[in-house]
């Protein structure tokens, strides 16, 4: 098993380094960090409002992300993967077709991720990280959580159940993800049908509002079909209020990063008994004990 285990390790390391898929992973990557870069300088040159120590902090983070996914967090997620892989009795084959399979996969199992880290605290603590910015622009793609990448592999073990490889569910996965860095504009408007069927602009900017209307709304990957089959949909009808619906009023990456941690440690000590800690750390978003006063609002 061990030796079983390396030599996938091994081989999986070996595609990630050289296979023509990751060429493309690769073009993506930079055509996204030129539109980055390209929406930065117009800002710069219409004079656009924009708070530019969240844009500092933004960048931060995405440089401290890179070097852990890199390194640490890529190997980890590899680690995990493979024992699910040897467990499993067959092997979908990589060609045109299953690529495409495996795409829908990953944006369904999106889908399902996303919106779980919206309905437990325990996982919105990392991804709040993602929703604090109370601007809107491409850098805002850069916001994501130094810690999600420690678990979110966890998502795909599914995918490897039914036969994909683990090479192929975590660049389906990236190519999902990756895809998601135009949409976090207001430079680019409604867009008519396709807001109806793919995560446009206007699709995302509904769901990093605070409005009430648009919480917890619009939770696909690339394709919003699955919250309109899972009832998650909602237009964008009013002006969006970005951010959380209790601000954290900071640029600093660490306190971005770790501050819901710790208020979910500091209602934890309120707690009087260890069912109500657990479900403060695992429940959802708004419960808190009835014998808290003036409990938090969420998010």
């Given at each position: 098993m061990k030796s079983r285990m390396i030599m996938s390790f091994n081989e999986l390391l070996v595609l990630l380094e050289g296979a023509s898929v990751m060429t493309y992973v690769a073009y993506f990557f930079a055509f996204n960090l030129s539109l980055i870069a390209f929406e930065v300088l117009l800002d710069l040159l219409t004079a656009k409002e924009r708070r530019w120590k969240d844009t500092g902090a933004n960048v931060i983070i995405f440089i401290i992300n890179q070097l852990l996914e890199k390194t640490v967090y890529g190997a980890l997620g590899i680690i995990g993967l493979i024992p699910f892989q040897l467990l499993t009795?067959?092997?979908?084959?990589?060609?045109?077709?299953?690529?495409?399979?495996?795409?829908?996969?990953?944006?369904?199992?999106?889908?399902?991720?996303?919106?779980?880290?919206?309905?437990?605290?325990?996982?919105?603590?990392?991804?709040?990280?993602?929703?604090?910015?109370?601007?809107?622009?491409?850098?805002?793609?850069?916001?994501?959580?130094?810690?999600?990448?420690?678990?979110?592999?966890?998502?795909?073990?599914?995918?490897?159940?039914?036969?994909?490889?683990?090479?192929?569910?975590?660049?389906?996965?990236?190519?999902?993800?990756?895809?998601?860095?135009?949409?976090?504009?207001?430079?680019?408007?409604?867009?008519?049908?396709?807001?109806?069927?793919?995560?446009?602009?206007?699709?995302?900017?509904v769901h990093h509002g605070s409005n009430n209307k648009y919480l917890d709304k619009n939770y696909g990957g690339v394709l919003i079909i699955w919250d309109k089959l899972f009832g998650t949909f909602q237009r964008e009808e009013e002006k969006v209020v970005y951010g959380l619906t209790k601000n954290i009023r900071s640029n600093n990456p660490i306190t971005i990063n770790f501050v819901e941690y710790k208020n979910i440690w500091n209602d934890v000590k309120r707690c009087k008994n260890w069912k109500d800690k657990l479900r403060v750390v695992f429940g959802g978003l708004n419960w808190r004990p009835s014998y808290f006063k003036g409990s938090e609002e969420r998010k």
């Open positions: 009795p067959w092997t979908i084959p990589m060609n045109v077709w299953t690529w495409m399979l495996a795409f829908f996969a990953a944006d369904f199992t999106y889908y399902w991720m996303h919106r779980l880290e919206h309905e437990h605290r325990i996982l919105w603590a990392s991804h709040s990280v993602h929703h604090s910015s109370e601007d809107y622009n491409l850098t805002v793609s850069m916001r994501l959580s130094v810690v999600e990448s420690l678990f979110e592999w966890i998502f795909l073990i599914p995918m490897i159940l039914v036969g994909f490889t683990p090479f192929q569910a975590i660049v389906a996965l990236i190519f999902v993800v990756q895809y998601q860095t135009w949409i976090h504009t207001e430079r680019i408007v409604k867009m008519g049908w396709l807001d109806e069927v793919f995560n446009t602009p206007s699709v995302h900017r």
